[in-house]
């Protein structure tokens, strides 16, 4: 048994799983059991958002430990259910190694939704939520390019590598410098609907999901990290929409 290339394949399963929205356990979990399809019961894994810490002990009681850093991390959820198919393919057949590289390989270069049909989802997201808050179809409709705005902002400044943080402020503020001037044309127009429906994109429901998870589940350091990260966005949406709101104020006096 090559443990090297075992625990580097390992981690690169767990690597897939997180960098993709996977909750910490399931990684953890995951990881354990492929290490212990292969005949390895000493594998210990400490997996955090931004990091992944594994040791293996061999039968000649060397540790082999590596480190893997999580740079980008974004929501994928078809990448997580073949990654888990994966590793309960692994436990139930033992493959060797070049196949599961192989297969990896094939999940990690799975297309994406393009962007027109990402730019149409975040303004029907807009739509149905404005809906739900309370607006009527005249401030769905409008919300709707207010989403579409979103990508497309989202999109271009992802492409520069740009700070989650600034890309989540510069979102909202177009988002809602767009709402405020479709506001001088239509003053029946909900302004705290229609904001509150296109920001509704940006907002991490899956982030605040995971860290209850986390933090219920006894991984109180994966909670605070993804916490943390939750109130950080939350706090760019907000800045991001209150210069807008205030400019608009100092501007048009709405």
């Known amino acids: 048994m090559n443990y090297d290339e075992l625990i580097t394949l390992t981690t690169d399963v767990g690597s897939l799983l997180l960098s993709n929205g996977a909750e910490i356990y399931r990684v953890e979990e995951s990881m354990q059991r492929i290490f212990r399809a292969y005949g390895v019961n000493t594998g210990e894994i400490f997996a955090i958002p931004t990091c992944i810490n594994v040791t293996i002990v061999t039968p000649e009681g060397r540790p082999v430990t590596l480190i893997r850093r999580i740079p980008v991390r974004s929501t994928n959820l078809d990448r997580v259910e073949r990654g888990n198919a994966l590793c309960r393919r692994i436990c139930s057949e033992r493959p060797d190694f070049k196949t599961v590289r192989r297969e990896l390989a094939q999940i990690e270069h799975r297309p994406v939704y393009g962007l027109g049909f990402q730019i149409v989802m975040f303004a029907l997201v807009a739509f149905f939520f404005t809906l739900f808050f309370g607006g009527n179809f005249s401030d769905a409709f409008c919300s709707m390019f207010c989403g579409a705005v979103i990508k497309i902002v989202c999109h271009f400044m992802n492409k520069f590598d740009a700070n989650p943080f600034f890309v989540n402020m510069v979102s909202s503020f177009a988002a809602a410098a767009l709402v405020m001037y479709a506001a001088q044309f239509d003053m029946a127009l909900n302004i705290d609907k229609v904001i509150i429906g296109a920001l509704m994109n940006l907002v991490p429901g899956i982030a605040i999901t ?42 048009w006096g709405v």
């Open 210 to 251: 995971s860290f209850m998870r986390d933090i219920i589940a006894g991984d109180l350091m994966a909670g605070l990290i993804r916490f943390t990260e939750s109130m950080l966005v939350a706090t760019a949406i907000a800045i991001g929409a209150g210069i807008a709101l205030t400019l608009s104020r100092m501007i």
